[in-house]
């Protein structure tokens, strides 16, 4: 009993352990969806930022250390992370009971189609944001000259991403998601994305070697040393309790089997003649 009590008292103290390490992150982004929070980890990831997750209601918390926080949003921030949230057309005209005039019925189309034609437009590789304007001139009355319809688009893309040859094909997408507007009539707008300066690693926060095949920041290395020194004693101490639970429970088997036969050990059985 003794030995079982020590070894919980060891997985419990460890548990904690692990539990103040990884409390040490605190949160970056919340309520995301787990696709954007999926993305934003592979990139905070690849460029050797640590970084976890959890789900918090029906969102996603992307968490981080507390010294990587300014690398992480400057690393997300030239990445285009956190994609901004965009209205789609059904939410833009999902029924509500109010009857809307048809000025504004007709702002919330071109407003929603622009939404649309961006948000296609987000997903080429590269693009850290798009965004699209559409002019959709209204019927011109009896005697008016027509006027063309026309859409602005504006693109910010990574510095080491060159789409000037996708123009064209940028120009004949936008002009097929919008009726009744002309290929030359599409405006496009490419602009680098400036990278965001982060100040180098400090010396305490250089990484280090402890073991082989795993480093980590010369800043954490004496709290990484504290854990795992409290981590074995806790080990060691359990170890010890198991022993010595296990000595007891040799020492108490002979009593017990004295105490069923009723026969003293070393005394000699007379088989009757």
Known sequence: MRGRQTARAATGLALGALLLLAGCKTDLYTNLTEYEANQML????ANGISADKQAIGEGFTVLVEKDDMLRAIALLNDKGFPRNTRTSIGQVFQKSGIISSPFE???????????????TLSQIDGVVSARVHVVL???PQLGQPVR???????IKHEPNV??????PQIRRLVSSAIE??????VTVVLT??????????QVDERMVEILPGLSIRQADAGRFWTIAYGILGVGGLALAGCVAGFVYYLRKRPRRARAKTGVEPGTALLEPS
């Open 42 to 45: 592979a990139v905070m990831m």
């Open 105 to 119: 019925e007709r702002v919330r189309y071109i407003y929603a189609l622009g939404e649309e034609v961006a948000q």
């Open 137 to 139: 001139p209204e019927e």
């Open 148 to 154: 063309p319809s026309s859409a602005a688009v504006f």
């Open 162 to 167: 060159d789409l000037e040859f996708f123009v």
């Open 180 to 185: 009744g507007l002309d290929y030359a009539a």
């Open 192 to 201: 680098e994305a400036a990278p965001t300066e982060v100040q180098p690693l």
